[in-house]
């Protein structure tokens, strides 16, 4: 099913991951924070800079490739696969909508992992219906000022540069934006439910001025087309990184099982263990299969890529949860405590179920796929 190139990278990606992540996973989930070294090592691997174009010293993989490094870092930590996803968001970005300048300027900085990028734009009062951001952006000679507050900005606490969408008078309106740019700010936010070490922040801009260069798309085309396209990226490494998750799930279970004595037998001889097991392992082959589908719709830049990114995200996010559950569920008391990864893999997968669109908005969203789909049957 993978070419020779994408299993020799899987393998590489999982060594890397059981050797330099999963090990301190935990540890970082109780810090709430990603090591710089840990950054600075996925950087110096070329990982962050993977699926950047090679003339601008990324590594230039295909889209199935990506999957399978989010896959693999999901399995191990869901935060620092989530700073794979992010970071990749915003160099697609700047790579599909910036001008000349601005892509030899980010994109070497952004591909060698020397500058870490994170895309701004939920606000307290504008999640999903990214379009209502209230956060606004002024013309002022060939500038824009920038003010606004910015929430839930996952790595926005480490992040050197951001893609922000701000209202202008077209409309929503994306552009780049760097950390040490007078008025900009940010504030940890800490205790979240899942990928505790992500460094979520919220960022606050005030009279912020952003050079007109770093304007990504014309105005109005911020969430249409920029947004747009990253969150469709996101969706994708965010449905690998659940298939991750199902694996450590399943893994973790299956461990557990073989080890664990209760009335005199292991409990995997326990029938309703083997089913909750069975459901564990038939998920994770399905929603592997379905990100393995949307990767390579992707790669022939299939238009259906759209509908099978949305599919995979939505089904290997629920079908995280449910593994993440009946886990906790198989572990007991023990899996209730810090002491067994499986608590930290049910709060991340409660997360998984949130970003990139909640699940709700999927299925709303795959039942118009449907109709779509039939209504052109039927004219054929």
Known sequence: MLTAEQAQAAKEFRDFADREIAPHADAYHEAQRTPPETIR???DEGLLGLPVPEQYGGGGCDAVTLGLLAGELGRACSS?????????MVAHAVNRWGGRALKDTWLPRLASGERIGALAVSEPGAGSDAAGVTTTLTKDGDDWLLDGHKKWITYGESADVFVVVGRTDAGPTALLVERDTPGVRTELIEDLIGIRASMTANVYFDNCRIPGANLLARPGLGVSHVVGAALDLGRYTVGWGCVGILDACLDASVDYANSRVQFGSLI??????????????TDAHAARLLCLEAGRLRDRHDPGALAATSTAKYFAATAATRAAADAVQIHGANGCSS?????????????????????????VGLAEYAFQERALRSVR
Request: glycine share 4%.
């Open 41 to 43: 090592l996925l950087a």
């Open 80 to 88: 620092v696969r989530s700073l794979l996803t992010v970071h990749t």
């Open 268 to 281: 995997k001889e326990h029938q309703l263990v083997r089913r909750m097991i069975s459901n564990m392992y």
């Open 339 to 363: 002491d067994y990864s499986v608590q930290r893999y049910l709060g991340d997968s409660r997360v998984m179920e949130v970003i990139e669109g909640s699940s709700q908005l999927h299925q």
